[in-house]
Antibody, heavy 121, light 107 residues
Framework: EVQLVESGGGLVKPGGSLRLSCAAS????????MNWVRQAPGKGLEWVSS????????YYADSVKGRFTISRDNAKNSLYLQMNSLRAEDTAVYYC??????????????WGQGTLVTVSS | EIVLTQSPGTLSLSPGERATLSCRAS???????LAWYQQKPGQAPRLLIY???SRATGIPDRFSGSGSGTDFTLTISRLEPEDFAVYYC????????FGGGTKVEIK
């Protein structure tokens, strides 16, 4: 069974840092691209960052570029998001999501349960 | 930048009724990259449809997707009580990739 379990969220002051983790199991983690998606309270989904299976390709939303760093450790079946210079508007539930594709198309087929990050003084 | 606009913002329907949700792109997109997700309060999004019309594993056949170019539709043929939720369309690979969502609420 595919499982994605996020951790590392919490309360942090503006300007602070936090590192999120996503532990993957039930599939060959090293074969899949992964993403971070966040959702501010009462708002819609916002894509944050993506990383290819071998970390060769990394992309960020403009809103986090230069502040957040995505990485992965395929030996540990883990995905990370290092968040620096946090702002109040970064407050959200952060989800990790797996990329799936076949002859029909591309999508995020599995999502973790999310971890809440609150940026407040 | 391709922007996805979902309409209506809220759809008020009764169980058993048909729901038609729209996702319009600001420019033509590949159907291969268009997906739909369902999200219930306090839960992670769940994949429903990808490639514009392919149902994900385990998704009931009352859910169907259609469309091409700039106009895509998610149809729920007969609403079940568990279908009342928020639905998002996604253009994989674009930024921003998600539409603003449509809430399907009980009338």
């Amino acid at each position: 069974e595919v499982q994605l379990v996020e951790s590392g969220g919490g309360l942090v002051k503006p300007g602070g840092s936090l590192r999120l983790s996503c532990a993957a199991s039930g599939f060959t983690f090293s074969s899949y691209s992964m993403n971070w998606v966040r959702q501010a309270p009462g708002k819609g989904l916002e894509w944050v960052s993506s990383i290819s299976s071998s970390s060769s390709y990394i992309y960020y939303a403009d809103s986090v570029k230069g502040r957040f760093t995505i990485s992965r450790d395929n030996a540990k079946n883990s995905l990370y998001l290092q968040m620096n210079s946090l702002r109040a508007e970064d407050t959200a539930v952060y989800y990790c999501a797996r990329v799936y594709y076949d002859s029909s198309g591309y999508c995020f087929d599995y999502w973790g349960q999310g971890t809440l990050v609150t940026v407040s003084s | 930048e391709i922007v996805l606009t979902q309409s209506p913002g809220t759809l008020s329907l009764s169980p058993g009724e048909r729901a038609t949700l729209s996702c319009r792109a600001s420019q033509s997109v590949s159907s291969s990259y268009l997906a739909w997700y369902q999200q219930k309060p306090g839960q992670a999004p769940r994949l429903l449809i990808y490639g514009a019309s392919s149902r994900a594993t385990g998704i009931p056949d009352r859910f169907s997707g259609s469309g091409s170019g700039t106009d895509f539709t998610l149809t729920i043929s007969r609403l079940e009580p568990e279908d009342f939720a928020v639905y998002y369309c996604q253009q994989y690979g674009s930024s921003p990739p998600f539409g603003g969502g449509t809430k399907v609420e009980i009338k």
